[in-house]
T-cell receptor, first 114, second 113 residues
Framework: AQTVTQSQPEMSVQEAETVTLSCTYD???????LFWYKQPPSRQMILVIR??????QNATENRFSVNFQKAAKSFSLKISDSQLGDTAMYFC???????????FGQGTTLQVKP | EAQVTQNPRYLITVTGKKLTVTCSQN?????MSWYRQDPGLGLRQIYY???????DKGDVPEGYKVSRKEKRNFPLILESPSPNQTSLYFC????????????FGPGTRLLVL
């Protein structure tokens, strides 16, 4: 079975600073993907970044980057130069390439302070 | 515009009164799924469908039904809603394969009294 754990229910960061959100996972799959989704107050689910497990290079998308530690089953999200619009709940998720199913973590609420 | 639509967006109902939440996508996606979001639990998959007439249970299917008669539509049916089904529901779709981007609907907030 796959599980995803986000141990930080809430975090805050000052505008323009850097923050890292933690995520650990467990899976017996050999071929899987990892994701970070953002859910702003509008409740819309927005894909932030995606990592293929067989790729060792960490994925980046503008100010968002991940630190993927496959052996440790860790997948943290770093947000650089935080902006007020980054205030949201962030979900880590893993997906099985066999079933296509996504398993989500509990979520981390991030508040960016001016 | 590529999108997933859900209706209704908000619904208050009473225990036992059957209801249907519709979901439609305009991207010709094969894979569709329903999730529920509850505080402290994240999103959990209820049902999914890999194509027309192909559906399967997710992690929390009890009390729910789905159907996939057309590729674009994937309704979620609560035959006899109970208060523990009060939640935020999301429909999602994508082409099959996790390398494909999954699109989420705007969510349906359901309150069962």
């Amino acid at each position: 079975a796959q599980t995803v754990t986000q141990s930080q229910p809430e975090m805050s960061v000052q505008e323009a600073e850097t923050v890292t959100l933690s995520c650990t996972y467990d899976t017996s799959e050999n071929n899987y993907y990892l994701f970070w989704y953002k859910q702003p107050p509008s409740r819309q689910m927005i894909l932030v970044i995606r990592q293929e497990a067989y790729k060792q290079q960490n994925a980046t998308e503008n100010r968002f980057s991940v630190n993927f530690q496959k052996a440790a089953k860790s997948f943290s999200l770093k947000i650089s130069d935080s902006q007020l619009g980054d205030t949201a709940m962030y979900f880590c998720a893993t997906g099985s390439s066999n079933t296509g199913k996504l398993i989500f973590g509990q979520g981390t609420t991030l508040q960016v302070k001016p | 515009e590529a999108q997933v639509t859900q209706n209704p967006r908000y619904l208050i109902t009473v225990t036992g009164k059957k209801l249907t939440v519709t979901c439609s996508q305009n991207m010709n996606h094969e894979y569709m799924s329903w999730y529920r979001q509850d505080p402290g639990l994240g999103l959990r998959q209820i049902y999914y469908s890999m194509n027309v007439e192909v559906t399967d249970k997710g992690d929390v299917p009890e009390g729910y039904k789905v159907s996939r008669k057309e590729k674009r539509n994937f309704p979620l049916i609560l035959e006899s809603p109970s208060p523990n089904q009060t939640s935020l529901y999301f429909c999602a779709s994508r082409q099959y394969g996790l390398q494909e981007t999954q699109y989420f609907g705007p969510g349906t907030r359901l309150l069962v009294l």
